[in-house]
């Protein structure tokens, strides 16, 4: 089979991997990849992946079989239906089932045909109304632009002022588009569990849970991030969680999306807080976690190929799918200054001895292989998962790993998993 992958982080680089162990792939292509990515077929760059002709176009003269969509842009672009469009086959949803992600209202629009736990909220689209509602609102306040903002669009705060200057900012055009709409809804109190389903519309398998840390700093102190490091399995999930997510939350939402003429192909991603009053949806997401795909592929044991390529036809079976009993820790090494301004272009020493650890893999995320070596261009750099029969020697492993990268003014937290 020949493959095309879109997107360029640690997720995909983690894709790549996993599907280039699959007997039945011939080629894999990604754009615009990266250095991690190069070691399993061409990386093509200087295009956008947020095009759909340009998309099309290259799946086209590459006689691609499938594509295989990582980030969310891509999908909110409406790339996917441009390809279903010219008949290629293609994991991930298309623009209207992609708004899972890409509006939060529609999200809650969703939740609320379907029934599912959630935080109350209101949305608005002018300044007066939100900033009236924040002062009548209980405390913590979550307010959030309606569309993708790269993560940065949410803002939870105990602070009022703080919480109503932030409404105004996504609503006089902070964000773009992205703000015209803001959410603003209930605060949920509890532990954060990612459960992520593959689905081809109609028959949803689920992938094991993993924890993400979002705070930049040790004990979850510090800004929001992309994700700075992750853990799978979790200890202590009530044990049906997992089915209950994909019963009571995933059919509902697909059997909605299927009302509405809405093929739904590709992962969903539920972020589900743990409160003291049962689970409830934070979030969805149109796509993999990101860190989470680290520790969570690592750890599957079926050809991710077949999976996608049947999800992608509307043939997913519906056997579970197998995992190995081994754990997985990821810590994200990011650049000086991330996530406001990580600084860029610095070289970047060590890859090779700590992927040459036991038991340790490094994925690639915003880096760049120049003439000189490998330098960062991103915010989050590298991702160094140790594997292991248990947490903490998988933990032992990642951190034996990242004391051997070298980057100038890097960071990363050294509580993951502990
Ligand atoms: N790790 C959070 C996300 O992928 O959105």
């Not at 603003?184 to 081809?200: A, K, N, R, W």
């Not at 160094?384 to 933990?395: F, K, L, M, N, Q």
Request: hydrophobic residues 40%; proline residues 7%; negative net charge.
């Amino acid at each position: 089979m020949r493959v095309l992958l879109l997107g360029s982080g640690g997720r995909e680089h983690t894709i790549g991997w996993k599907l280039a162990q699959s007997p039945d792939l011939d080629l894999l292509i990604s754009a615009p990849g990266n250095p991690g990515l190069a070691d399993f077929g061409p990386i093509v760059t200087g295009f956008d992946i947020n095009d759909p002709e340009a998309v099309t176009a290259l799946a086209i003269a590459n006689r691609v079989d499938l594509v295989v969509v990582g980030p969310e842009a891509p999908l909110a672009a409406g790339v996917v239906d441009s390809l279903i469009a010219a008949r290629i086959r293609t994991c991930g949803p298309g623009r209207e089932g992609a708004q899972l992600e890409s509006s939060k209202a529609y999200a809650k629009h969703v939740m609320g045909r379907a029934g599912i736990p959630t935080a109350p909220a209101h949305t608005f689209t002018d300044v007066t109304a939100a900033i009236d509602h924040l002062a009548t609102a209980p405390g913590p306040y979550v307010v959030k632009a309606d569309g993708l903002a790269a993560g940065k669009g949410v803002l939870v705060t105990q602070d009022l002022i703080a919480a109503q200057s932030w409404a105004r900012l996504c609503l006089e055009g902070h964000f773009g588009d992205a703000g015209s709409t803001v959410v603003v809804e209930d605060y949920l109190h509890g532990p954060e569990v990612s459960i992520f389903v593959l689905t081809d519309g109609v028959t949803a398998l689920p992938l094991a849970p993993a924890r993400d840390y979002k705070r930049l700093q040790d004990g979850d102190n510090g800004p929001n991030t992309g994700g700075m490091g992750t853990f799978s399995p979790l200890a202590g999930l009530p044990p049906d969680l997992v089915d209950w997510t994909v019963q009571s939350i995933v059919h509902p939402v697909l059997d909605v999306l299927r009302e509405d003429s809405i093929t739904y192909r590709g992962f969903i991603y539920v972020g589900l807080v743990l409160t003291d009053e049962g689970p409830k949806v934070l979030e969805f997401n149109s796509r993999l976690g990101d860190p989470e795909t680290q520790v969570v592929l690592p750890r599957l044991d079926d050809d991710l190929l077949g999976l996608l390529a049947a999800a992608a036809s509307g043939e997913l079976h519906g056997k579970p799918l197998s995992w190995l009993p081994d754990a997985a820790v990821d810590v994200v090494i990011a650049a000086e200054g991330y996530p406001e301004r990580p600084e860029t272009g610095r070289p970047i020493l060590g890859i090779d001895r700590a992927a040459a650890h036991p038991n340790a893999l490094v994925f690639h995320a915003g880096t760049e292989r120049t003439a000189q070596g490998i330098i960062s261009r991103g915010g989050r750099v590298l991702n160094v998962v140790g594997t292991g029969p248990d947490i903490p020697s998988a933990r032992q492993t990642a951190y034996d790993a990242v004391a051997e990268i070298e980057l100038e003014g890097m960071h990363h937290r050294t509580d993951i998993a502990l």
